[in-house]
């Protein structure tokens, strides 16, 4: 069975509805907070950063890579200004879709209205199993539950987004790779 994503992405080439492509640079933002999010954006090649800001501290909500597709899902549902920021960890290349394009195009069929759907309830998946993370108790049990699901991630990433993403401090996440590579 394919992947929805790529069945996904597939599904738009082939109707010609990319609009256009961006590169970002490490550490150009994607979404600052206050911006409505018009598009979805295809992750070619490159790694990002879902996060909120506390004025003092970072936290990262997810992450995004090669072949994944990522925005300011918050306001992209709402069409309310994000309290995200979406910012580049390496250099990017994404293709994008306008947010009432995607939309037509999605509503217009039901098998691909029901490809979105699942692919929503997968996020919706996911973000369930972020919270659990982050109310484990040991910072062991965090890092061997994302390991579990997102081995990528640990090669993709900077150590220090993935310890906020976790909710530890780095030397701790230096410490847990050492241990449960050893």
Not at 101 to 115: G, I, K, N
């Amino acid at each position: 069975m394919p992947n929805p994503i790529e069945l996904l992405k597939s599904q738009i080439d082939q109707a010609a509805l990319w609009q256009g492509e961006k590169r970002l640079r490490r550490g150009d933002f994607l979404r600052q907070r206050g911006d409505v999010e018009q598009h979805l954006y295809f992750v070619r090649a490159g790694a990002l950063r879902v996060y909120v800001s506390t004025g003092e501290e970072e936290r990262v909500i997810r992450f995004g890579y090669d072949g994944s597709f990522i925005n300011a899902l918050d306001s992209f549902i709402s069409q309310q200004p994000t309290a995200c920021y979406v910012q580049a960890l390496r250099a990017c290349d994404l293709l994008y879709i306008g947010r009432d394009t995607f939309l037509e195009f999605v509503r217009a069929d039901s098998d691909r209205l029901r490809l979105w759907s699942d692919l929503m309830m997968a996020l919706v998946h996911q973000q369930i199993e972020r919270e659990i993370d982050l109310l484990m108790d040991s910072p062991a049990e965090r890092y061997a539950r994302v390991f579990r699901r997102s081995p990528q991630l640990f090669q993709l990433v900077p150590a220090c987004h993935i310890a906020s993403y976790l909710r530890m401090r780095a030397e701790t996440l230096s410490r847990l790779k050492k241990q449960f590579e050893g």
